[in-house]
Nanobody
Framework: QVQLVESGGGLVQAGGSLRLSCAAS????????MGWFRQAAGKEREYVAG????????YYGDSVKGRFTISRDNAKNTVYLEMSSLKPEDTAVYYC?????????????????WGQGTQVTVSS
């Protein structure tokens, strides 16, 4: 089973930037589509961005399009989310996970596994 460790969150003012990282264990990372999700307090988890195994395909939700950039380094088993022009509504816990298709938030595994996530708080 892939183990996921998210990091890079923090407190930032509106308009600021953050770079999130997700380190994954396991030999399947380099052949897997990966995605970033977020969950704000009291809301359902939202699919934010996805990337295919070769980085040739990326997806962004409408709420982050033009402000967030997803990338990956297969040699380091790591996927990144570069966030800029942050808004208070971006405040959430951010998670990464393996997805079936980079353009869809459908998880590859149905075992319900999630990492601990990383908190992003954007102040106005």
């Amino acid at each position: 089973q892939v183990q996921l460790v998210e990091s890079g969150g923090g407190l930032v003012q509106a308009g600021g930037s953050l770079r999130l990282s997700c380190a994954a264990s396991g030999r399947t990372f380099s052949s897997s589509a990966m995605g970033w999700f977020r969950q704000a307090a009291g809301k359902e988890r939202e699919y934010v961005a996805g990337i295919n195994w070769s980085s040739s395909g990326t997806y962004y939700g409408d709420s982050v399009k033009g402000r967030f950039t997803i990338s990956r380094d297969n040699a380091k088993n790591t996927v990144y989310l570069e966030m800029s022009s942050l808004k208070p509504e971006d405040t959430a816990v951010y998670y990464c996970n393996r997805v079936r298709f980079y353009y869809s938030g459908t998880l590859y595994s149905l075992n319900g596994y999630w990492g601990q996530g990383t908190q992003v708080t954007v102040s106005s």
